[in-house]
C-alpha cells in the first residue's frame, strides 16, 4: 500500500461505525459471513440498504452467486466473532447459532438487529462492489450495546472495548 493509501485509510477510520456481519448462503450450502463496516441505509420507500465487498475476497464468489443477503448488526459482545470473519479463510457461520429467515437465509442469533434483503443492484465500486439489497424483513432487539469501530479498533459506547 502507497504511502497516500495508509494516510486514505487512516482518515476514513476518522468516521465511527458500527459493525455487521453480511451473511449469505453458497449454492453448496454453506452459510457463510464477511465483517464490514460499509453498511448504510439508503431508502425507507422502497426500503433499501448497501455495503460493499472487496473483489479480492475469498467470499467474493459466494456473495455474487446470491440472490438474497442478511445485514446482522453486531452486539459489543460479538466481538470475537468480528475479528474472526475478518480473517482471511474464516467464513464459516456453520458453528453459530442462527435462524433461518424467509428466504433460508443465516440469520445471526445474537444480533442487535437484522436486515433480511434480495440483492435490488450490484455497482462497480473499483476495487469493490456495492450491493443494494431491498429489504424483505427486518428485526431488531431493544436496549442493547452495539459494537463500534473507530480509528482501527473496538469500541463500545462506553469507550475502548
Ligand atoms: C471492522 C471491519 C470492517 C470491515 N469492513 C469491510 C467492508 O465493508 N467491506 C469489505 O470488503 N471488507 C471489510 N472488512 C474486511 C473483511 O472483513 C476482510 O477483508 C475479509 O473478510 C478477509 O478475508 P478475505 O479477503 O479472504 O475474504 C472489514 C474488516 C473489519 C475488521
Known amino acids: 500500500m502507497s504511502h497516500d493509501?495508509?494516510?486514505?485509510?487512516?482518515?476514513?477510520g476518522h468516521f465511527a461505525t458500527g459493525v455487521c456481519v453480511i451473511t449469505a448462503q453458497g449454492s453448496d450450502g454453506e452459510a457463510v459471513g464477511v465483517t464490514v463496516n460499509s453498511f448504510a441505509s439508503v431508502s425507507l420507500d422502497p426500503p433499501l440498504v448497501l455495503w460493499s465487498l472487496d473483489r479480492?475476497?475469498?467470499?467474493?464468489?459466494?456473495?455474487?452467486?446470491?440472490?438474497?443477503?442478511?445485514v446482522n448488526v453486531l452486539d459489543g459482545r460479538a466481538q470475537h466473532l468480528s475479528h474472526r470473519l475478518s480473517r482471511k479463510g474464516e467464513r464459516s457461520i456453520a458453528d453459530e447459532p442462527c435462524a433461518k429467515g424467509k428466504t433460508a437465509l443465516p440469520i445471526l442469533q445474537d444480533a442487535l438487529a437484522h436486515?433480511?434483503?434480495?440483492?435490488?443492484?450490484?455497482?462497480?465500486?473499483?476495487?469493490?462492489?456495492?450491493?443494494?439489497?431491498?429489504?424483505?424483513?427486518f428485526d431488531f432487539k431493544e436496549g442493547g450495546d452495539p459494537l463500534l469501530f473507530y480509528r482501527g479498533r473496538y469500541r463500545s459506547l462506553s469507550g475502548e472495548s
Open 5 to 12: 493509501s495508509r494516510a486514505f485509510r487512516n482518515a476514513l
Open 56 to 70: 479480492a475476497s475469498d467470499r467474493f464468489p459466494v456473495f455474487m452467486a446470491s440472490d438474497h443477503f442478511c
Open 115 to 137: 436486515f433480511e434483503c434480495k440483492v435490488e443492484a450490484r455497482h462497480d465500486g473499483g476495487d469493490h462492489v456495492i450491493f443494494v439489497g431491498r429489504v424483505l424483513s
